[in-house]
Protein backbone atom coordinates (compact mmCIF):
# COMPACT_ATOMS: atom_id res chain seq x y z
CA UNK A 1 0.00 0.00 0.00
CA UNK A 2 1.68 3.60 -1.12
CA UNK A 3 1.69 5.83 1.48
CA UNK A 4 -1.12 8.70 1.31
CA UNK A 5 -3.22 5.96 -0.89
CA UNK A 6 -6.11 3.83 0.27
CA UNK A 7 -6.91 0.24 -1.13
CA UNK A 8 -10.70 0.49 -0.60
CA UNK A 9 -13.08 3.46 -0.77
CA UNK A 10 -14.83 5.35 1.72
CA UNK A 11 -18.27 6.07 1.31
CA UNK A 12 -19.29 9.11 3.10
CA UNK A 13 -22.80 9.43 3.45
CA UNK A 14 -25.06 12.23 4.73
CA UNK A 15 -27.29 11.68 7.68
CA UNK A 16 -29.19 14.78 7.38
CA UNK A 17 -33.02 13.53 7.94
CA UNK A 18 -34.72 12.74 4.97
CA UNK A 19 -39.24 13.76 4.39
CA UNK A 20 -39.42 11.01 1.72
CA UNK A 21 -37.63 7.88 3.11
CA UNK A 22 -38.42 8.91 6.96
CA UNK A 23 -34.47 8.60 7.88
CA UNK A 24 -34.65 9.78 11.57
CA UNK A 25 -32.49 12.32 12.50
CA UNK A 26 -29.12 11.34 14.74
CA UNK A 27 -28.98 12.87 18.32
CA UNK A 28 -27.49 16.51 18.39
CA UNK A 29 -23.81 15.73 18.55
CA UNK A 30 -23.49 18.78 21.12
CA UNK A 31 -25.52 15.97 23.21
CA UNK A 32 -22.31 14.15 22.99
CA UNK A 33 -20.11 16.34 23.56
CA UNK A 34 -21.76 17.28 26.61
CA UNK A 35 -21.63 13.90 28.15
CA UNK A 36 -17.96 13.42 27.29
CA UNK A 37 -17.58 16.90 28.99
CA UNK A 38 -19.24 15.79 32.09
CA UNK A 39 -17.31 12.48 32.19
CA UNK A 40 -13.76 14.21 31.39
CA UNK A 41 -15.05 17.36 34.40
CA UNK A 42 -15.64 14.11 36.80
CA UNK A 43 -12.13 12.68 35.95
CA UNK A 44 -10.44 16.16 36.35
CA UNK A 45 -12.18 17.04 39.82
CA UNK A 46 -11.17 13.47 41.14
CA UNK A 47 -7.76 14.51 39.93
CA UNK A 48 -7.40 17.73 41.52
CA UNK A 49 -8.84 15.98 45.06
CA UNK A 50 -6.70 12.80 45.38
CA UNK A 51 -3.78 14.11 43.01
CA UNK A 52 -1.86 15.75 45.57
CA UNK A 53 -2.08 13.11 47.89
CA UNK A 54 -0.52 10.66 46.25
CA UNK A 55 3.37 10.06 46.01
CA UNK A 56 6.30 8.95 44.39
CA UNK A 57 8.49 6.25 46.43
CA UNK A 58 11.94 6.00 45.40
CA UNK A 59 13.55 2.49 47.25
CA UNK A 60 17.56 1.66 47.56
CA UNK A 61 17.85 -2.21 47.73
CA UNK A 62 21.56 -4.21 48.18
CA UNK A 63 22.19 -6.35 45.44
CA UNK A 64 25.52 -8.22 44.70
CA UNK A 65 26.37 -9.98 41.47
CA UNK A 66 26.44 -13.68 41.22
CA UNK A 67 30.65 -13.57 41.00
CA UNK A 68 30.33 -12.46 44.94
CA UNK A 69 31.52 -8.66 44.24
CA UNK A 70 30.77 -5.95 47.23
CA UNK A 71 26.96 -5.62 47.50
CA UNK A 72 25.66 -2.42 45.01
CA UNK A 73 22.25 0.04 45.20
CA UNK A 74 19.58 -0.81 43.22
CA UNK A 75 16.92 1.73 42.08
CA UNK A 76 13.23 1.49 41.67
CA UNK A 77 10.16 3.61 41.87
CA UNK A 78 6.95 2.41 42.95
CA UNK A 79 3.70 4.46 43.97
CA UNK A 80 2.01 5.47 47.55
CA UNK A 81 -0.68 7.51 49.23
CA UNK A 82 -0.58 10.05 52.09
CA UNK A 83 -3.65 8.95 54.45
CA UNK A 84 -2.72 11.25 57.80
CA UNK A 85 -1.55 14.77 57.78
CA UNK A 86 1.05 13.93 60.02
CA UNK A 87 2.84 11.43 57.56
CA UNK A 88 1.48 8.36 57.77
CA UNK A 89 1.61 6.65 53.56
CA UNK A 90 -0.20 3.78 52.58
CA UNK A 91 1.91 1.66 49.34
CA UNK A 92 2.54 -2.18 48.43
CA UNK A 93 4.59 -4.32 51.16
CA UNK A 94 6.57 -5.63 47.85
CA UNK A 95 7.58 -2.16 47.09
CA UNK A 96 9.53 -1.25 50.03
CA UNK A 97 10.61 -5.42 50.83
CA UNK A 98 14.26 -5.50 51.78
CA UNK A 99 14.48 -1.59 51.10
CA UNK A 100 17.86 -0.32 52.55
CA UNK A 101 16.92 3.58 51.80
CA UNK A 102 13.68 5.55 50.83
CA UNK A 103 12.74 8.84 49.52
CA UNK A 104 9.27 10.04 49.39
CA UNK A 105 8.30 12.59 46.56
CA UNK A 106 5.07 14.46 46.75
CA UNK A 107 2.94 16.72 43.84
CA UNK A 108 4.32 19.72 45.14
CA UNK A 109 8.06 19.26 44.69
CA UNK A 110 8.73 18.46 48.27
CA UNK A 111 10.87 14.85 48.98
CA UNK A 112 11.24 13.46 52.80
CA UNK A 113 12.90 10.21 53.90
CA UNK A 114 10.83 7.84 54.79
CA UNK A 115 10.41 4.54 57.51
CA UNK A 116 8.87 1.64 57.24
CA UNK A 117 5.80 1.30 60.19
CA UNK A 118 4.98 -2.11 59.45
CA UNK A 119 4.48 -4.15 56.41
CA UNK A 120 2.12 -7.35 55.85
CA UNK A 121 3.03 -9.88 53.19
CA UNK A 122 0.50 -11.59 53.06
CA UNK A 123 -2.00 -8.88 51.73
CA UNK A 124 0.69 -7.08 50.31
CA UNK A 125 0.32 -3.77 52.08
CA UNK A 126 2.92 -1.59 53.88
CA UNK A 127 2.82 1.89 56.40
CA UNK A 128 5.82 4.27 55.66
CA UNK A 129 5.86 7.53 57.91
CA UNK A 130 7.41 10.59 56.41
CA UNK A 131 8.28 13.73 59.34
CA UNK A 132 6.02 15.83 58.08
CA UNK A 133 2.78 17.94 58.87
CA UNK A 134 -0.55 19.26 57.02
CA UNK A 135 0.19 16.90 54.42
CA UNK A 136 -3.03 16.86 52.05
CA UNK A 137 -4.54 13.60 52.60
CA UNK A 138 -6.98 11.15 50.63
CA UNK A 139 -10.75 9.96 51.83
CA UNK A 140 -11.51 6.31 51.96
CA UNK A 141 -14.34 5.06 50.73
CA UNK A 142 -16.06 1.94 51.38
CA UNK A 143 -15.48 -1.26 48.94
CA UNK A 144 -18.25 -2.85 49.70
CA UNK A 145 -20.75 -0.38 48.46
CA UNK A 146 -18.29 -0.92 45.04
CA UNK A 147 -20.37 -2.12 41.49
CA UNK A 148 -19.15 -3.65 38.55
CA UNK A 149 -18.95 -0.98 35.88
CA UNK A 150 -18.20 1.97 38.22
CA UNK A 151 -15.69 4.20 37.19
CA UNK A 152 -12.67 4.00 38.25
CA UNK A 153 -9.21 6.21 38.18
CA UNK A 154 -5.66 5.35 38.60
CA UNK A 155 -3.24 7.94 39.90
CA UNK A 156 0.26 6.71 40.31
CA UNK A 157 4.07 7.15 38.65
CA UNK A 158 4.02 4.47 36.57
CA UNK A 159 7.45 4.08 34.86
CA UNK A 160 8.32 6.90 36.88
CA UNK A 161 6.16 8.92 35.18
CA UNK A 162 4.85 11.12 37.93
CA UNK A 163 1.16 11.70 38.93
CA UNK A 164 -0.06 9.35 35.94
CA UNK A 165 -3.96 9.14 35.60
CA UNK A 166 -5.80 6.24 33.30
CA UNK A 167 -9.23 5.36 34.04
CA UNK A 168 -11.36 2.72 33.23
CA UNK A 169 -14.53 0.79 34.92
CA UNK A 170 -14.51 -1.79 38.19
CA UNK A 171 -14.58 -5.66 36.10
CA UNK A 172 -15.08 -7.55 39.08
CA UNK A 173 -15.85 -7.69 42.32
CA UNK A 174 -14.72 -10.49 44.98
CA UNK A 175 -11.71 -12.38 43.24
CA UNK A 176 -9.01 -13.69 44.97
CA UNK A 177 -5.51 -12.86 44.15
CA UNK A 178 -2.50 -15.18 45.83
CA UNK A 179 0.07 -13.29 47.71
CA UNK A 180 3.86 -13.73 47.52
CA UNK A 181 3.98 -15.13 50.94
CA UNK A 182 1.42 -18.03 49.38
CA UNK A 183 -1.68 -16.66 51.23
CA UNK A 184 -5.03 -15.54 49.19
CA UNK A 185 -6.05 -12.04 49.60
CA UNK A 186 -9.76 -12.29 49.28
CA UNK A 187 -12.12 -9.72 47.93
CA UNK A 188 -9.62 -8.05 45.38
CA UNK A 189 -11.31 -5.27 42.82
CA UNK A 190 -10.49 -6.20 39.44
CA UNK A 191 -10.47 -2.95 37.08
CA UNK A 192 -9.23 -2.71 33.64
CA UNK A 193 -7.92 0.89 34.54
CA UNK A 194 -4.47 0.36 33.17
CA UNK A 195 -1.39 0.09 35.47
CA UNK A 196 2.01 -0.32 34.40
CA UNK A 197 5.57 -1.25 37.16
CA UNK A 198 5.58 2.25 39.02
CA UNK A 199 2.08 1.82 39.70
CA UNK A 200 2.15 -0.26 42.53
CA UNK A 201 1.07 1.42 45.75
CA UNK A 202 -1.72 4.00 44.01
CA UNK A 203 -4.73 4.66 44.70
CA UNK A 204 -7.97 2.89 42.80
CA UNK A 205 -10.56 6.11 43.58
CA UNK A 206 -14.57 6.30 42.85
CA UNK A 207 -16.39 8.81 40.83
CA UNK A 208 -16.63 11.04 43.92
CA UNK A 209 -12.40 11.00 44.92
CA UNK A 210 -12.78 8.21 47.44
CA UNK A 211 -10.09 5.86 47.30
CA UNK A 212 -11.82 2.09 47.20
CA UNK A 213 -8.92 0.13 46.91
CA UNK A 214 -4.63 0.25 46.44
CA UNK A 215 -3.14 -0.72 43.29
CA UNK A 216 -1.34 -4.16 43.65
CA UNK A 217 -0.79 -6.20 40.74
CA UNK A 218 -1.31 -6.84 37.22
CA UNK A 219 -1.27 -10.15 34.68
CA UNK A 220 1.42 -10.32 32.29
CA UNK A 221 0.84 -10.23 28.97
CA UNK A 222 -2.69 -9.72 29.48
CA UNK A 223 -4.52 -6.13 28.98
CA UNK A 224 -7.39 -4.72 30.88
CA UNK A 225 -6.41 -7.18 33.51
CA UNK A 226 -5.51 -5.14 36.77
CA UNK A 227 -6.28 -5.65 40.59
CA UNK A 228 -6.61 -3.42 43.77
CA UNK A 229 -6.56 -4.54 47.31
CA UNK A 230 -10.36 -3.51 48.56
CA UNK A 231 -9.90 0.00 50.90
CA UNK A 232 -12.10 -2.32 53.63
CA UNK A 233 -9.15 -4.48 53.68
CA UNK A 234 -6.60 -1.60 53.56
CA UNK A 235 -8.52 -0.09 56.94
CA UNK A 236 -8.38 -3.48 58.76
CA UNK A 237 -4.37 -4.30 58.25
CA UNK A 238 -3.23 -0.43 58.11
CA UNK A 239 -4.64 0.15 61.90
CA UNK A 240 -3.26 -3.14 62.74
CA UNK A 241 0.68 -1.85 61.62
CA UNK A 242 0.14 1.68 62.93
CA UNK A 243 -0.61 -0.11 65.91
CA UNK A 244 1.96 -3.13 66.32
CA UNK A 245 3.52 -3.12 63.32
CA UNK A 246 2.13 -6.29 62.38
CA UNK A 247 -0.78 -8.56 61.48
CA UNK A 248 -0.31 -10.89 63.96
CA UNK A 249 -1.96 -14.43 62.23
CA UNK A 250 -2.17 -18.19 63.56
CA UNK A 251 0.27 -20.98 62.68
CA UNK A 252 0.00 -24.71 63.25
CA UNK A 253 2.80 -25.32 61.30
CA UNK A 254 2.61 -27.75 57.91
CA UNK A 255 3.01 -27.63 53.98
CA UNK A 256 -0.02 -28.88 52.16
CA UNK A 257 -1.71 -29.60 49.06
CA UNK A 258 -5.75 -30.36 47.90
CA UNK A 259 -6.43 -33.59 47.28
CA UNK A 260 -9.44 -35.40 45.78
CA UNK A 261 -11.35 -37.71 48.86
CA UNK A 262 -12.08 -41.07 47.65
CA UNK A 263 -15.54 -41.35 46.84
CA UNK A 264 -16.17 -44.30 49.35
CA UNK A 265 -14.68 -42.26 51.90
CA UNK A 266 -17.00 -39.38 51.34
CA UNK A 267 -20.30 -41.27 51.37
CA UNK A 268 -18.70 -43.91 54.62
CA UNK A 269 -17.75 -40.49 56.51
CA UNK A 270 -20.59 -38.48 55.40
CA UNK A 271 -18.54 -35.90 54.44
CA UNK A 272 -20.02 -32.27 52.90
CA UNK A 273 -16.89 -31.74 50.31
CA UNK A 274 -15.33 -34.36 47.83
CA UNK A 275 -11.75 -33.06 48.60
CA UNK A 276 -9.35 -32.25 51.91
CA UNK A 277 -5.56 -30.91 52.46
CA UNK A 278 -3.25 -33.66 52.39
CA UNK A 279 -0.22 -33.00 54.88
CA UNK A 280 3.16 -32.64 52.96
CA UNK A 281 5.53 -31.76 55.90
CA UNK A 282 4.99 -30.94 59.55
CA UNK A 283 7.53 -28.24 61.09
CA UNK A 284 9.43 -29.65 63.66
CA UNK A 285 8.28 -28.55 67.38
CA UNK A 286 5.38 -26.63 65.58
CA UNK A 287 1.57 -27.44 67.04
CA UNK A 288 0.92 -29.75 64.03
CA UNK A 289 3.92 -31.89 65.15
CA UNK A 290 2.77 -31.65 68.98
CA UNK A 291 -0.70 -32.76 68.00
CA UNK A 292 0.25 -35.70 66.26
CA UNK A 293 0.16 -34.48 62.79
CA UNK A 294 2.04 -36.97 60.03
CA UNK A 295 2.91 -36.50 56.52
CA UNK A 296 -0.17 -37.94 54.32
CA UNK A 297 -2.63 -37.14 56.47
CA UNK A 298 -5.50 -35.41 55.21
CA UNK A 299 -6.98 -32.89 57.03
CA UNK A 300 -11.12 -32.19 56.60
CA UNK A 301 -12.34 -30.32 59.66
CA UNK A 302 -10.88 -27.54 61.37
CA UNK A 303 -12.18 -26.30 63.96
CA UNK A 304 -16.13 -27.41 63.38
CA UNK A 305 -15.63 -26.11 59.79
CA UNK A 306 -14.48 -28.20 56.80
CA UNK A 307 -11.29 -27.67 54.81
CA UNK A 308 -11.83 -28.46 51.23
CA UNK A 309 -8.79 -26.13 50.34
CA UNK A 310 -5.71 -25.22 51.89
CA UNK A 311 -7.16 -21.48 51.61
CA UNK A 312 -9.97 -22.42 53.71
CA UNK A 313 -6.94 -23.27 56.28
CA UNK A 314 -5.56 -19.66 55.72
CA UNK A 315 -9.01 -18.09 56.52
CA UNK A 316 -9.17 -20.11 59.62
CA UNK A 317 -6.26 -19.43 61.08
CA UNK A 318 -6.49 -15.61 62.51
CA UNK A 319 -5.46 -13.93 65.52
CA UNK A 320 -8.62 -15.10 67.11
CA UNK A 321 -7.43 -18.69 66.78
CA UNK A 322 -3.65 -18.45 68.81
CA UNK A 323 -3.90 -20.69 71.69
CA UNK A 324 -6.99 -21.89 71.57
CA UNK A 325 -7.77 -25.64 71.03
CA UNK A 326 -9.00 -26.40 67.53
CA UNK A 327 -10.87 -30.36 67.05
CA UNK A 328 -9.23 -31.39 63.91
CA UNK A 329 -10.74 -34.09 61.89
CA UNK A 330 -8.66 -35.92 59.50
CA UNK A 331 -8.05 -39.07 57.33
CA UNK A 332 -4.98 -41.82 57.79
CA UNK A 333 -4.65 -44.76 55.68
CA UNK A 334 -8.38 -44.72 55.37
CA UNK A 335 -9.74 -44.06 58.71
CA UNK A 336 -10.88 -41.36 60.35
CA UNK A 337 -9.05 -39.87 63.64
CA UNK A 338 -9.87 -36.69 65.55
CA UNK A 339 -7.70 -34.75 67.29
CA UNK A 340 -6.76 -31.22 68.82
CA UNK A 341 -4.24 -28.81 67.54
CA UNK A 342 -3.21 -25.49 69.48
CA UNK A 343 -2.20 -23.02 66.52
CA UNK A 344 0.66 -19.99 67.88
CA UNK A 345 1.06 -17.18 66.76
CA UNK A 346 3.16 -17.22 62.83
CA UNK A 347 6.33 -16.47 62.94
CA UNK A 348 6.36 -14.07 59.63
Excluded at 234 to 249: E, P
Excluded at 252 to 275: C, E, K, M, N, S
Aim: net charge negative; aromatic share 4%.
Amino acid sequence: MVEGHSDFELEFLDFSPSAETGEQALPDIEEGADFLDAYSQAVTNVVAKVGPSVVNIRVKRKASSRRGTAPYDVEGSASGVIITPDGYIVTNSHVVEEASAMEVSLADGSSYTAEIVGRDSATDLAVLRVPGHGLPIVRLGDSDKMRAGQLAIAIGNPLGFQSTVTTGVISALGRSLRSRSGRLIENIIQTDAALNPGSSGGPLVDSRGLVVGINTAVIQFAQGICFAIPVNTVRWVVSLLIRDGKVTRGYIGIAGQRVPLPARLVRYFQLGHDTGVQVLSVTPNSPAHMAGLKEGDVIVSLGQSPIASVDDIHRLLSKDVIGRKLDTVLLREGARLEMSIVPAESPD
